[in-house]
């Protein structure tokens, strides 16, 4: 696979026992049409297809997870993209990606290129904001629906920031 | 004076106990079906009214007629409260035929224990089940919705296909008795000395299974499925309304049972009818006896109702309406060729 | 029939199986795209039981995010919780000791066979065959009563903790499981007399469904509806995990891929199970519950990937840790949630009856699709 795809090429490494390959975005969908029709590793199966964010380098890393049924073995395939950029959909190679990647637009707001559906899936259609971005305050959203929904202030402590509970900077809600 | 009695009263008094008798059926249905349905779940059913519940349906009729009168608003009105009553109806005045023993004398007159004998009595009785069916179009098409709407017109579909074979099924009885009336029939089972079931197996089969369907009991009750997509005929009904759609069903059952003891099963004869028994047995033939026979037999056949819905799945419904008319109504037509040749070469010679 | 669509004068009906149904388990919506009575498409809707739990794993520690994944499947939480375990296990580089593992492999199994006799009766009441359901419970309440002696709960187990499990097993417990397991494939031949042979069932179930192995596979099906059409494929077997390589099991396989086969591989997988559990229940080694670890739990950086076969499917979980306590993504890969993309490929064609036939063949579960 280096030969053909060496441009895309970026590292593979082994970390405790599992194999991860990393590739840039560019030919994705041809890496993973290869990974599944290749005959070394024919990884039929696409487990699972996620992505993580990274704020600081203000990226995502969208992870797929392949299986091969006849040689019984895992391979992790990455690939980041910057958070504005789009991404060529795996619905073609393998159809579980599908609602997966709904999955991952839902909640990270990726956008996939020539998906058949790019729906929102868990959330309401009209639903504003993507949950999962490391930036998206969920304290902050429940504050703020109180006071659209009930005309209260809820005097819910929110911070601006990571959503991290440790963080001590307490910002109280202003009118 | 005597035309009187004999014309007015005594049938008054016959009908006002065979009515009082159903109904008082009908409700106990309510409470077996739910105690059935426990023991064969392994649990226990209605414990609390009454000693072991026996008080239930009091409770239940209570609190259907306490409920509030909910009526759609686009729905028409009288047709809506109409058509409940002429599903009802027909399932009760089917017993106007139906022989629950023979003759005794009280006070040196001969009373016949069934209110009449139509000499078309098969006739009447299945011409009386078709107009129940018309209660439950009427009741899909008053609540003007759409789903009630296919609902019923599912049902009705069913009960109608099931009718035919169920209308050939009983043809052999017709042919060996000779006759369409009731008691000849239950008379002529006297005289052979063997109840029609041995003779017409099939023909048995048939009937129930046909009348199962008539009844929209499981497993053929896909139109009234709760698991369904369409909620049935009487998704709008609630409180009394609905209650005399369920009085309906279970008075069908009755009927429908009470038909098969009458055409197979011997009606009010003992098993072995013209077998002398010895002493204090004879008792056993008693007129008074008759409706007990009657009685225990149609238990059994309710007992076989309740049995076969909580143990069977429910059949699609393309694959009930194609039982209907593939297998069952080839299957009647064929019972009755058969019969009719046997008829005519071994029993009608010449 | 004929005469309705005339009335209403539509070919095409677009119809919604709403939230609330008798016979979805759980919140799923489904609209499908009717052509008389023959369904021609349908699309599932869910998300109605969202609750962000991948979210919540990113702001709990890895301790108490435990419990949170109990409340994801919450039929078969122990396997959640198995799951769970082991690959923060696997991040950190313990194992469990084998006391431990032995009482995980015992529980996860049991938790197997409450999950598939649920499976069996809510499929079985929504075919019409009631009796089936309190058969069902009846079985699976000693079962919980197990679990309620063993952790003081039924539903939301918590049982074990990162590193083995906390409670020690009670007195009674191995005579308990003992005469569970002894009873058991009486039980289950019960539930067999009543459906399997039955020409009701069977008319209702047989090519029903039906899904060929090279698109179970493409559309990421697994658990037992992938077996059910013929690829033998369990992760018990394939990756062992726990000590499940000590231990004498099949793996049933159906042929066609329809409801009917998916329903004996159901079955047939029970009474595995309960082999398993005979087998293990004697064996259960001495020795302490909890690894020797830290209190706190703090993982190197890094990410990782462990799958166990939870009775529904492959449950996943892919953990990115940065180095503190609390996990930087947790991801769960659950298995109703790419099970239920298969439904559209399995109802077309179908009558809109055959519908809640294939939602409960696929044995899914909205808490574990919305999250």
Redesign the interface.
């Known amino acids: 696979m280096k030969e053909k795809f060496s441009t895309q090429f970026v590292k593979a490494y082994s970390f405790l026992g599992q194999n991860n390959i990393e590739v840039k975005k560019a030919l994705i969908a041809e890496i993973l049409t290869f990974m599944r029709d290749n005959t070394i590793l024919p990884c039929n199966y696409l487990a699972d297809e996620t992505a993580v964010h990274w704020p600081k380098d203000e990226e995502f890393e969208i992870v797929y997870i392949l299986y091969s049924f006849s040689k019984n073995e895992y391979v992790r395939m990455k690939t980041r993209i910057k958070e504005w950029e789009t991404i060529e959909s795996a619905a073609g190679v393998w159809t579980t990606a599908d609602w997966l990647e709904r999955e991952v637009y839902d909640m990270f707001g990726v956008r996939y290129a020539n998906h058949p559906n790019l729906k929102r899936i868990l959330l309401p259609e009209d639903w504003v904001g993507f949950p999962l971005r490391k930036d998206y305050n969920v304290r902050l959203q429940d504050v703020e629906w109180v006071r659209k929904h009930l005309g209260i202030d809820s005097g819910q402590k929110y911070y601006v920031g990571e959503a991290r509970h440790e963080d001590p900077n307490y910002i109280t809600p202003t009118d | 004076m005597d035309f009187v009695i004999d014309n007015i009263i005594i049938p008054l008094i016959k009908i006002g106990i065979v009515f009082g008798v159903l109904s008082g059926v009908v409700a106990l249905m309510t409470l077996a079906e739910r105690k059935v ?1 426990a023991f ?4 226990l059913g209605p414990m609390r009214v009454g000693p072991h519940g026996i008080l239930q349906p009091l409770a239940d009729g209570v609190k259907l007629m306490l409920k509030e009168d909910i009526l759609p608003a686009k729905a028409d009105r009288w047709i809506f409260t109409l058509a409940p009553i002429i599903a009802l109806v027909p399932a009760f005045i089917v017993f106007a035929v139906i022989p629950f023993g023979s003759t005794f004398n009280l006070f040196g007159k001969t009373i016949a224990l069934r209110i009449t004998d139509l000499n078309i009595g098969l006739l009447y009785v299945l011409s009386i089940s078709s107009i129940g069916i018309l209660g439950i179009i009427l009741g899909g098409w008053a609540s003007n919705s ?1 789903y009630p ?2 609902g019923a ?2 049902s009705a ?1 069913q009960m109608v296909s099931y009718e035919v074979a169920l209308g050939f099924s009983i043809m052999g009885v017709l042919m060996i008795s000779g006759s369409l009336s009731l008691v000849e029939i239950v008379n002529k089972q006297k005289e052979f000395g063997w109840w029609f079931v041995f003779l017409q197996p099939l023909g048995f089969i048939l009937f129930f299974v046909c009348g199962i369907a008539e009844t929209n009991r ?2 053929f ?2 139109p009234e ?5 369409v909620a049935g005929f009487h998704t709008e009904y609630s409180g009394f309304r609905f209650s005399l759609y369920f009085l309906a069903e279970y008075a069908n059952m009755i009927a429908v049972s009470a038909m098969a003891v009458t055409l197979f099963f011997g009606g009010w004869l003992r098993p072995f009818p013209n077998v002398a028994l010895p002493g204090f047995l004879g008792l056993l033939d008693a007129p008074l006896m008759g409706p007990v026979w009657f009685a225990i037999k149609v238990a059994i056949f309710l007992y076989c109702y309740l049995w076969f819905r ?10 009930l309406m194609k039982i209907g008319w593939q297998w069952l109504l080839p299957l009647a037509i064929a019972n009755l060729v058969a019969t009719a040749a046997i008829v005519l070469l071994f029993v009608r010679k010449g | 029939m004929a005469q309705a669509e005339t009335l209403f004068d539509a070919s095409e009906l677009t119809v919604s199986m709403g939230p609330q149904h008798p016979s979805t388990h759980g919140v799923l919506q489904v609209k499908l795209k009717l052509d008389g009575e023959r369904v021609l498409d349908a699309e599932c809707v869910i998300g109605y039981l969202h609750r962000g739990v991948e979210k919540l794993g990113e702001v709990q520690t890895y301790g108490q995010f435990v419990p949170t994944l109990d409340r994801m499947d919450y039929i078969a939480a122990v396997s959640n919780c198995l799951g769970y375990c082991e690959t923060i296990e696997k991040l950190l580089g313990v194992t469990a000791p084998p006391r431990a593992q032995y009482i995980r492999l015992i529980m996860t199994e049991l938790n197997r066979i409450t999950s598939h006799l649920l499976w069996l009766g809510t499929h079985a009441i929504d075919l019409g065959a009631i009796t089936t359901f309190l058969y069902c419970f009846r079985e699976r309440e000693e079962i919980l009563k197990i679990f309620e002696n063993y952790c003081g709960a039924r539903l939301t187990t918590h049982m074990f903790r990162i590193g083995g499990t906390q409670y020690e097993l009670y007195e009674g417990f191995q005579d308990q499981v003992r005469t569970f397991i002894q009873d058991f494939p009486k039980k289950v031949d019960e539930y067999e007399t009543l459906l399997t042979e039955n020409r009701i069932w069977l008319d209702r179930t047989k090519n029903v469904g039906i899904i060929s192995a090279k698109d179970a596979i493409d559309l990421g099906l697994t658990g037992p509806s992938l077996r059910g059409s013929g690829v033998q494929w369990d992760l018990r077997k394939a990756k062992p995990y726990c000590v499940y390589s000590e231990f004498d099991f099949d793996i049933p396989v159906g042929e066609v891929g329809d409801t009917y086969d998916r329903y004996l591989v159901r079955m047939e997988e029970m009474r595995q199970s309960a082999r398993i559990v005979s087998q293990a229940i004697d064996k259960i080694p001495d020795g302490p519950l909890m690894a020797k670890m830290s209190k706190i739990i703090k993982p190197p950086v890094g990410d990782i990937y462990h799958s166990i076969e939870s009775p529904k499917g492959e449950l996943g979980y892919y953990i990115v840790s940065d180095g503190s306590t609390m996990a930087y993504r947790a991801r769960v890969r659950p298995p109703s949630f790419v099970n239920l993309q298969s439904l559209k490929k399995m109802v077309a064609g179908h009558m809109v009856a055959d519908v809640v036939a294939v939602i409960g063949t696929l044995d899914i579960v909205l808490g574990e699709i919305d999250r």
Not at chain 2, 225 to 229: M, R, T, V, Y
Not at chain 2, 310 to 319: A, K, L
């Open positions: 349905a064969i779940q392994v649990r759409k709407l296919m017109l599912r579909a499981a497993p009750d896909l499925a709760e698991s369904e997509l909580w143990t069977w799945p429910r059949y699609r419904y393309d694959q």
